[in-house]
């Protein structure tokens, strides 16, 4: 669900390792993450990697948008490298659309349909996991307390509407889907992600890219 532009995007997470929040500055919009020794010094650089820029990827406003003649088809390495390595333009950025950041918040990743929920179930169970719905998804009620504790009672986790949520983990600062790896910026469900995920284009891609079209596979257009 997408919230009107105020400031940074933000992510859910769980699954993997969690990440103890660090004290590091928010600065309106860097044009790369600071990872220099100097700029970290020590237990900072290490830390560096959680750090991200205001983003503001559900803004079209945000990027000039690239003349045709300039565009790539966003798919197969183009799409990859963007996502993975310069997201939204910015360097070393990862899957910025997979996290949420609780002092802005701009998306959350919801809501996800019941019949991707039961599938998702299915698929893990053929993997040899045992898992259950609360395991995937947050639903109304903990949301409901989650906004509270760590979202400043942001309004879109009181509405029903934003429900099911794909379960988050701590990743920094922010938080991220709980199936992202936070180091990699690799989905661990590429191939099954719902189609909240699938359906998805930022601002940055729609700006610079040339768009797949739905109804037409091997087709693409300047969507921005």
Not at 3 to 32: F, V
Not at 79 to 89: E, F, H, Q, S, V
Not at 151 to 177: E, T, W
Request: glycine share 8%.
């Amino acid at each position: 669900m997408d919230i009107k532009p105020t400031g940074k995007s933000i992510s859910l997470g769980e699954l993997l390792k969690s990440h103890k929040e660090i004290p590091l500055p928010r600065e309106n919009q860097p044009s790369k993450i600071q990872t220099s020794s100097e700029e970290f010094p020590g237990e900072d650089k290490k830390r560096a990697k959680f750090y991200l820029p205001m983003l503001h990827i559900n803004d079209p406003t945000q990027w000039e948008s690239k003349p045709l003649s300039e565009r790539k088809p966003f798919e197969g390495d183009t799409a990859m490298k963007t996502c993975l390595g310069n997201c939204c333009g910015v360097e070393n950025l990862k899957g910025a659309c997979c996290q949420m950041d609780p002092e802005d918040l701009e998306h959350v990743l919801g809501p996800v349909d019941e019949p991707w929920i039961k599938r998702m179930i299915k698929f893990f169970k053929k993997n040899g996991m045992t898992v259950t719905r609360h395991d995937i998804v947050i639903d109304f009620e903990e949301g409901k307390l989650l906004g509270k504790a760590h979202f400043n009672d942001h309004q879109v986790f009181k509405s029903p509407d934003s429900y099911p949520i794909i379960r988050m983990q701590a990743s920094g600062l922010r938080f991220s889907c709980k199936f992202m790896n936070p180091s990699s910026g690799k989905c661990g469900i590429y191939l099954e992600r719902p189609d909240m995920c699938q359906n998805y284009t930022c601002g940055y891609v729609k700006a610079n890219f040339l768009i797949k079209t739905k109804s037409h596979p091997n087709t693409f257009i300047k969507a921005g």
